[in-house]
């Protein structure tokens, strides 16, 4: 499968000339199956630019419903096409159903046109499960990250594997990082994959001043992918005000071992 | 390696904070986490006790009601926690590991997670005399 990163910065789009290189569309992630099947993982600004698929249906899948991560949904050209079969999943709730609650942004005033505009969408509320879409087997999991949090795991017919984390959270109440696998929120997702793409919005200070926002330091994300046995860690979720430079500086610095690391760049493709 | 459901992690996250005696246990009555402040009660630190099975519990604590009757299996606040999924509050008398007396308030809480995943039940403890 191919991995395109249509946005990678967290929180809020940052264009202009400090975020050239990394980017500054928010949270959106194609995953293309070697038959044209595809998946986005969320539907941040970089969505924007995603083109339709060729195999007649398109699933976006979102990890949780904070805006850099849907405000791209009312900019999905796929979404929008006729042609498609269209699905949106996302983490259920206990008061709302996920269509009401993306109807609130994609709604007058926050937004001229409504959820049910879209010609053929269908919107499914996801709990902890595991759910096959054409080739992908995708397991799903609640992690750690203020209000209702989805992490995915796919894998592909051929053995490939991606997990998702984009904003977590894990060690989160821990008195040191890592603590055992089994205690690790997001763990099992992550074990033994392929490519993870994870939060990690912080440096170590930064993260001091921010515990319990639901992200990570970088060196938490370093951990979390060594004691997970990941093969290649994307860095994800940049932090707005995180210019190329300071993202060249803060990743070089890195202590991997024996860990592989593509910093998380708007617009790169990783083949898996 | 097998992992706990979020709501179970964060759950030991947060007791691991409190100085209440706390238990996390899994949907069979497992005991899968106490606290530093159950460690008197239980006369050893989780790190070095693991995880209990729920037998190995009623062994341990030779549970009474407060008059220092037997209390029934079904009738015990992690028991209806478990079985009924909702909250139960006993005053109990029991033995520390260590063979003391307690006198105890115990209230069980089920931990119900979102799709109707039965989790578990966390147990807190407080002294009955305070």
Known sequence: MRVTFWGTRGSLARSGPSTVRYGGDTAAVEVQADDGSTLFLDAGSGISRAKPPTNGRVDVLLTHLHMDHIQGL?????????????????????????????????????????????????????????????????????????????????????????????????????????????????????????????????????????????????????????????KTLVPFHHDPDHSDDFLDHMFEEAIVGPLQMVAGRQDITIEV | MAQYPIEIILLRQWAGYLSVPIWITDPDGNLVYFNESAEKMMGVSFDDSGEMPPAELLETFSITDAAGDPIEFHDLPLVIALTTHKPAHRHIRARSADGDPLDLQVTALPVEGEGGRHLGAMVAFWEASE
């Open chain 1, 74 to 230: 009312g900019f999905c050209k796929p979404l929008f096409d006729p042609a498609l079969e269209s699905h949106i999943w996302g983490p259920s709730s206990t008061t709302m159903a996920l269509d009401e609650r993306l109807g609130r942004y994609l709604s007058p005033p926050l937004f001229p046109v409504r959820l049910r505009d879209l010609p053929r969408a269908k919107v499914h509320d996801l709990a902890p499960t595991t759910i096959e879409i054409g080739p992908f087997r995708i397991v799903v999991d609640l992690i750690c990250h203020p209000g209702p949090t989805l992490g995915y795991r796919i894998e592909d017919e051929a053995g490939g594997s991606i997990a998702y984390l984009p904003d977590h959270e894990p060690a989160l109440g821990t008195r040191r990082f890592p603590i055992a696998p089994a205690w690790t929120s997001g763990h099992a997702l992550a074990e033994g994959v392929d490519v993870l793409i994870h939060d990690a919005q912080y440096t170590d200070a930064e993260y001091q001043e921010r515990v319990g926002w639901g992200h990570s330091a970088f060196a938490q994300t370093v951990a979390f992918a060594q004691q997970a046995g990941v």
